[in-house]
């Protein structure tokens, strides 16, 4: 089997990475940790822009930032027994982990969710949502156990 593991790092993505650590999965499946290093666009390149920088130095930064976070997601699955592979693809999310589940011919894309709905996900975007619209396999969207204050 192949499972896609689709990670930033967000708290949502934390608790997919468990999700996916405590699960019994069939002998010789494969999960492929992939993260999307977002182009930067102008209104947040200012963001990012410190009067010393460029966007290149910006943009090299979040690519840093994102291998470090798939190769210490791998290394904390590979603790469990599983095989793992890693990959940063560039790119925006909702096409970048649809593309490469397509291309690797993943039998199940797992990914977070923050769980916007309404207004917020308009506004905000759905990548959770995009993915289970598009992809090629099944889809499961690991949502994390909301406290009762934040109900």
Known sequence: MKIL?????SEYSAAAIKEVAKRPWPPRSTIRVLSVVEPITPPAAELWYDGRGSLERATQEMRKHTIELTKTTAAELRRNGLKIESGVREGHPQTAIVDEARKWRADLIVLGSHGHTGLKRLLLG????????HAPCSVEVIRRKQSKKSR
């Open 5 to 9: 593991l689709a990670v930033d790092s």
């Open 126 to 133: 759905s990548v959770a949502s995009s993915v289970v619209s």
